[in-house]
């Protein structure tokens, strides 16, 4: 075996870094984009070509390309200048869109989960059948583990505090509201990337998704 010179290490390392130019270019779009239609948006840290997360804790993160780079992500502006300071000079990062019951058009997530044998395509389907089908133009996106993000933005009066926020409110499914955030396209996790469902990739937020008071089961 053929030990790496400092300047072999120096070639790879520059190497890796081209390749991951292109996907990380295009998740700075995605946050221009984003923050300029009115999304809060959140710095998340990305995922290096073996997959280990760029935090701390390395190889041994459980949540890798899914967490935020700031400590203080549910309080902070939001804004693109934000984003910046945590993503300029970063040579993999992700993004995240933040959800706020307090923000002017409260939104909704509501995530459906198949990755190990989760029911979630099952329970969507029966919580569709009791309550109408979602419009195409909820879903927002396709996860790398085959799962699907539905955003929806709330009819005026509806106060998304008096909704679910938390994880398998029915099995399968997730529904947030608050002080939450979730990976976007086109994120990259060491599964694989996450993919928008419809063009353009986002809408104004204004005018965005389908209205919904949406028929999950009350929090207890």
């Given at each position: 075996m053929t030990a790496l010179t400092p300047e072999a290490l120096r070639t790879t390392a520059?190497?890796?870094q081209e390749s991951a130019a292109p996907a990380t270019e295009a998740v700075r779009e995605a946050a221009r984009t984003a923050a300029g239609l009115g999304y809060l948006i959140v710095g998340l840290h990305g995922v290096q070509e073996d997959g280990i997360c760029t935090c701390q804790k390395g190889a041994s993160c459980v949540a890798a390309g899914k967490h935020p780079r700031g400590r203080n992500w549910q309080n902070d502006p939001g804004t693109l200048t934000q984003f910046r300071l945590h993503a300029d000079g970063q040579a993999a990062l992700n993004l995240g869109l933040r959800l706020d019951a307090r923000a002017p058009v409260p939104l909704v997530l509501l995530d459906v989960d198949t990755k190990h044998g989760k029911p979630g395509a099952g329970s969507f389907a029966q919580l569709e059948a009791e309550c109408g089908a979602l419009p195409e133009d909820a879903l927002l996106q396709m996860t790398p583990s085959g799962g699907r993000h539905y955003l929806l933005r709330l009819r005026e009066g509806v106060d998304p505090r008096a909704l679910p926020n938390r994880a398998d409110v029915l099995p399968g499914i997730d529904v947030f509201t608050h002080q939450r955030q979730?990976?976007?396209?086109?994120?990259?996790?060491?599964?694989?990337?996450?993919?928008?469902?419809n063009r353009p990739i986002l809408r104004p937020i204004l005018g965005s998704y389908s209205d919904s008071s949406?028929?999950?089961p009350p929090p207890p």
């Open positions: 520059a190497t890796q979730f990976v976007l396209a086109p994120s990259r996790t060491a599964v694989g990337a996450y993919n928008f469902a949406t028929c999950c």
